[in-house]
C-alpha cells in the first residue's frame, strides 16, 4: 500500500471488509446495517432511517485527517452538508460515526474515542 491510499483501493476496501448486511455498533449505542454499496455511495439503516453517504465524501475526510485525529465535530466544520444534521442544506450527524466505524473496519482507525456529548465529542486518530 502506498503512504496514502488512492481512492479506488478506498472503495474496494470497503466492498471487501464491510459486505451488505454488516450490523455495526454504533459508539453511542444502537446499530447500522449496511444496506447498500455502490461504487459511488453507501447507504444504511440507523433506527427507522435510511442514510446514503457518497464514497467519496467518506475518503474526501479520511484525506484530510490522515495521521492525525478526527473528530464529529471536525467533520461537521469542514463538511456540513454531510455531516451536520443541523445545516442548511442539512447533511446528517450519524455521517460522523459512520465514517469513524469505517475506518476501522478498513483498519485505519483502531478504536472509537470519547463519549459524544459537548466537550468530549467522538474522535479517531488515523494511521499515517
Known sequence: MSS?????????????SIPIGTILDNPGGGTSTILSCSS???SYRRR???????LRDLFDGYVRFKGGSMSSND???INPSVFDSN?????????????F???QKIGVVTHI??????????FVVLKE
Not at 48 to 54: A, K, Q, R
Not at 87 to 95: E, F, I, K, T, V
Open 40 to 42: 459511488e455511495a453507501m
Open 4 to 16: 496514502q491510499m488512492e481512492f479506488s483501493e478506498f472503495k474496494q476496501k470497503i466492498r471487501t
Open 87 to 99: 445545516a442548511r442544506p442539512a447533511g446528517h450527524s450519524c455521517n460522523c460515526t459512520f465514517l
Open 113 to 122: 474515542q470519547g463519549h459524544g456529548v459537548r466537550g468530549d465529542p467522538f
Open 101 to 103: 466505524m469505517v475506518l
Open 48 to 54: 427507522n432511517s435510511t442514510i446514503y453517504v457518497s
Open 75 to 77: 467533520l461537521k466544520v
